[in-house]
């Protein structure tokens, strides 16, 4: 175990330039996002005391992706991805950025910020997918699952601390200036990207221009079983994620009677175990094959989830929402380097667009079942379902030959070479 650790120190991705470059913009800029997330909202709450205004809020960055990342995808693979990404995160800096300006001119209205957020999030995909697309060729291939985890370790990094660091901020000095942080952090993304070398043709493929199409991901998508496989698992598991945001308020309130402030201690100790569980990604990665490493996070996470069904307890409910998110944490940093070996370089931005664009609903659509569910049944039996479901995804996985012959190493011809 600790020869690993030591051996994976010394291959480490962050020993790269251009590596270490990405990886502080993405660092950056996650946490930038933490402050828009807190700040904006506050905003909102503000403006209007309308919980349905913060939810509308929400929806405009979210859904955007949904149309506009096929399209990016498809940019990504025709254009330079360090361009693409280069340009959204600048554009995002003026987006975000316009809105301290308005309200420090006593000019914001709420449509603004809706129409700001629905641009900002449109664009969003460039980032979200360019990373999948540009890290490939940045690091050797035997390093991808840790690069992946690094990406991931910021994101899960920025979660943990940026809410709270942004309320210190809000509280302290005004939304506005909370939000003019994130600006600023996508400003810095941006100029770090594009100082990122350029992608020749050769190493990218046969990137034709004529070949790149807006609907051209879900074409190698649907016909390609193992890119199609691996996508619905994803999209079963964070569809079954959406009930647990649904009902763990109501559960911590009405179940645990432990009040907001236990509720954010929940959403703390997943934090916590999702950041170490990124940082065991490489070994996780090293030991199975993503053929039954996948299914098994899978199952894991449900398993964990099953118990919050019988047991009321906050400390029992708190291990069980770590010990979960430490299970669920390697699952997309692999999932990712697996993709990225079994998509043709010329299509990654194509497939990486579309996939965003699927999953990217799958987790509010579940929510939404959730929030269904809760009109009839207990916030503790709305959990256990979406356990049961994520198990159930995760057995299915296993029964699949498919998916149990996939390997770390898996490119597509030497999964057609077999069949």
Known sequence: MFS?????????PLRSNTFLRLWLGLSISYMGDQFTTIALLWFVLQLTGSGVAISLVLLCFQLPSMLTGPLLGALLDRWQPRLVMGIDNCARALLIGAIPVLSWLGVLQLWQIYALALLAGALSPATGAGIRVILPHLVPEESLEQANALSSTSLQFASLLGPALAGIMVTQVGGAFALLIDAVSFLI??????????????????????????LGGFDLLVRKKEIRLLTSLSVIFFFSYGPLEAALPLYSERILHIGAQGY?????????????????????AARFRPG????????????FLCPLMIFYSLPLALLCLALGACSWAPYLPIEASLLQRLIPPSMRGQVFGARLAITTAAAPFGALVGGLLLQSLSPAL??????????????????????????????????????
């Open 189 to 214: 993304m941006g100029l770090l990207v594009f100082s990122l070398p350029p992608i020749s043709r050769s190493l990218r493929g046969e990137t034709s221009l004529v070949k790149t199409k807006w």
């Open 292 to 303: 039954m490493s996948q299914p098994l996070i899978a199952i894991l996470w449900g398993s």
């Open 382 to 419: 709305v959990i256990g379902l979406s356990g049961i479901a994520c198990m159930l995804a995760g057995a299915g996985g296993f029964v699949s030959p498919t998916m149990r012959r996939l390997g770390g190493k898996t490119k597509i011809d030497q999964m057609s070479k077999r069949e």
């Open 4 to 12: 690993f650790i030591k051996l994976s120190v010394a291959r480490s």
């Open 264 to 284: 954010g201690l929940l959403w703390t100790g997943f934090g916590v175990g999702a950041l170490t569980g990124a940082l065991f990604t490489s070994f996780v």
